[in-house]
T-cell receptor, first 113, second 113 residues
Framework: EAGVAQSPRYKIIEKRQSVAFWCNPI?????LYWYQQILGQGPKLLIQ????????DSQLPKDRFSAERLKGVDSTLKIQPAKLEDSAVYLC???????????FGQGTRLTVV | GDSVTQMEGPVTLSEEAFLTINCTYT??????LFWYVQYPGEGLQLLLK?????DKGSNKGFEATYRKETTSFHLEKGSVQVSDSAVYFC????????????FGAGTRLFVKA
C-alpha cells in the first residue's frame, strides 16, 4: 500500500515570497492533516480536513496560510507571504476516518531566508 | 486543553543499555496514546499505541503501558541498539481535542556502540 506522498521534499525561498506544498494521502483516507514541525519541537496541527471540508483550522495563521482539499483527495498548503519564522518541516498525514490512526508523509522542509 | 509532556533530551546510552523515556499527559476522558519515532531524514512512524487504560503497546522490543492513575505512558526498551538512535514523540488523540493528534516536544536518543 502506498503511503502519504508529499512534494517537494525541500524548498528554499526568500521572505515575502510565496510557496505551495502538495500532499496525496493514502487512497480511501477521508481525514487529512497538515502539521508544522519547527526544529526541536513536536508537530503542531495547522488544519484538519474531513473529505473536502475543514474540521479544525484554529491554529492556522489565516492571514498568510491557506489550504484546500479539492475533491476530497489531494491537498495543497500555501504560504503567502512567507516569514523567516515559517522555516519548518510541513508534514501531511491521513487517516481512514476521524479518530483513526494517522499515517505521516516524509514532509517538506522549508527554509525561508 | 489536552497536552503531552515528555522528558527533555538528548538521552545518550551505550548499546544494550536499558531505555526509559518518560511521558505524561493531560486530557479529559480516555484518549488513545501513541509513541512515534522519527529517524534521521525520515518522516514520523507510528511505533506503538494503546487505546485504553492498562493496555500495553509493544513493537520492535519497545513497550509502553497506559497508566490512567498516573496519566503516564512511559516508553521502555530492555536493550537498545545503535539503530534505535532517533527522535521519539509521545502523542495523544482524544475526543475533547477533536481527535487531532497532539504531540510532545520529542526526545532525541543517541545510542553509542
Amino acid at each position: 500500500e502506498a503511503g502519504v506522498a508529499q512534494s517537494p521534499r525541500y524548498k528554499i525561498i526568500e521572505k515575502r515570497q510565496s510557496v505551495a506544498f502538495w500532499c496525496n494521502p493514502i487512497s480511501g483516507h477521508a481525514t487529512l492533516y497538515w502539521y508544522q514541525q519547527i526544529l526541536g519541537q513536536g508537530p503542531k496541527l495547522l488544519i484538519q480536513f474531513q473529505n473536502n471540508g475543514v474540521v479544525d483550522d484554529s491554529q492556522l495563521p489565516k492571514d498568510r496560510f491557506s489550504a484546500e482539499r479539492l475533491k476530497g483527495v489531494d491537498s495543497t498548503l500555501k504560504i503567502q507571504p512567507a516569514k523567516l519564522e515559517d522555516s519548518a518541516v510541513y508534514l501531511c498525514a491521513s487517516s481512514l476516518e476521524w479518530g483513526a490512526e494517522a499515517f505521516f508523509g516524509q514532509g517538506t522542509r522549508l527554509t525561508v531566508v | 486543553g489536552d497536552s503531552v509532556t515528555q522528558m527533555e533530551g538528548p538521552v545518550t546510552l551505550s548499546e544494550e543499555a536499558f531505555l526509559t523515556i518518560n511521558c505524561t499527559y493531560t486530557a479529559t476522558g480516555y484518549p488513545s496514546l501513541f509513541w512515534y519515532v522519527q529517524y534521521p531524514g525520515e518522516g514520523l512512524q507510528l511505533l506503538l499505541k494503546a487505546t485504553k487504560a492498562d493496555d500495553k503497546g509493544s513493537n520492535k522490543g519497545f513497550e509502553a503501558t497506559y497508566r490512567k492513575e498516573t496519566t503516564s505512558f512511559h516508553l521502555e526498551k530492555g536493550s537498545v541498539q545503535v539503530s534505535d538512535s532517533a527522535v521519539y514523540f509521545c502523542a495523544l488523540k482524544g475526543r475533547t481535542g477533536g481527535f487531532k493528534t497532539i504531540f510532545g516536544a520529542g526526545t532525541r536518543l543517541f545510542v553509542k556502540a
